[in-house]
């Protein structure tokens, strides 16, 4: 009997370790990145502020050793960075060296020089610098030579250049203009001709001993260069005669004086003296002034006074220093005119020949006083000649002059 049986084969099963949320393992870099997106600094404020290159803070992140120039300068560069960032110098920098396999080395030895420079460039295992590679996203990339150039720019430049061009040419034509000179034509007979010696080479071949053809030579006179050069407004102007002369005009039998038949032979005697005759006025026609000038009002001078007289608008119609002997008659106006003087003991007045004053007391000034006979008759006395021995002199002295003219 075959009794066949089933065993079921036991798997083993295998214990799979559940790793949570914090069971992941954490390198150097991570914890570095993490606090340093905590502090909320990039590369470049690192760089800036531990004076230490960004490709380097970069290099201690990615425990990448090789990206140093001076592997001797790593264990600073990393206790730095760690200080900086609150975390054990020492730590980090053993966590550093697991995660890369990083060495101390003396530094006689080979591995704390700087790398060698291999066909002329760095050796190093990453290649370029990360910073001087134009595809680094956090560092700007150069710009073109002509990307800062704007069209706007281009045309406002090539409008000055325009500008400019057209000035300088204006100016250069301006000056041209200034510095040419001009020949205008002069009335001047260009007598040098007529005085060419044809001896001298003055355009006429020099003839022999024996030519006789410069005797029949004839220059033009000066009268022909003269009107062949003037100009025709210059010409002399010629008159032409009238029908007749003046002379020959006859005024008995033209004008004013065509009185007479023209039968009658023409006689000039005795016709000026009858027109002159008719235009005379007789004695009767003459008119006769009967009645005798009115009285005048005449400034007389004793000694020396300045006298100001004006009319009765205000404007000065006279204006002096009066010397002994001087006078003055004012107009015989509707108004009066006024008189302002310096010296009032000085000045008399006069009307028809009777004296008055004098115009104020002597060392006064005497202004607004009327010319006129009924003011000076009213307002001063007769003057006592006797008293008064300049104004006798003067009197004296005018009737004398008067005397004299008369003879």
Sequence with gaps: MIVKSFRRAR??????????????????GDLMRGERATMGKSLLDVQRELKIKAAYIAAIENADPSAFDTPGFIAGYVRSYARYLNMDPDWAFDT?????????SHGMSAE????????GLIASSEGDDIFVAPTTPYIPSGEAVLSRVEPGAIGSIALLLILISGLGYGGWTVLQEVQRVQFAPIEQTPTVVSRIDPLAGGGIAAASEDDTSLAQLTTPSVEALDRLYRPQALDVPVFVARDA??????PDS??????????????FDGIVE????ALTPTNADILQVLQDAAPEVTLVAVRPAWVRVRSADGSVIYE?????????TAPATEDPATLRIGESGAVYFAVNGVHYGPVGPRGQVTSNVALSIDNVTASYTQADIEADQELSDVIRFAEVNTTAGTE
Excluded: H
């Design 11 to 28: 798997v083993a099963e295998e214990d799979v370790a559940q790793n949570g949320f914090d069971g992941f393992e954490l390198r150097l």
């Design 96 to 104: 550093f060296c697991e995660e890369s396999g990083f060495a101390t």
């Design 112 to 119: 704390a020089s700087s790398n060698k420079k291999v066909g």
């Design 245 to 250: 002369p003046i002379a020959s005009l006859n």
């Design 254 to 267: 033209i004008g004013a004086f065509a009185a007479r038949p023209m039968d009658v032979a023409p006689s």
């Design 274 to 277: 009858e027109r002159l005759a």
């Design 320 to 328: 002096a220093v009066m010397e002994p002997g001087d006078t003055y």
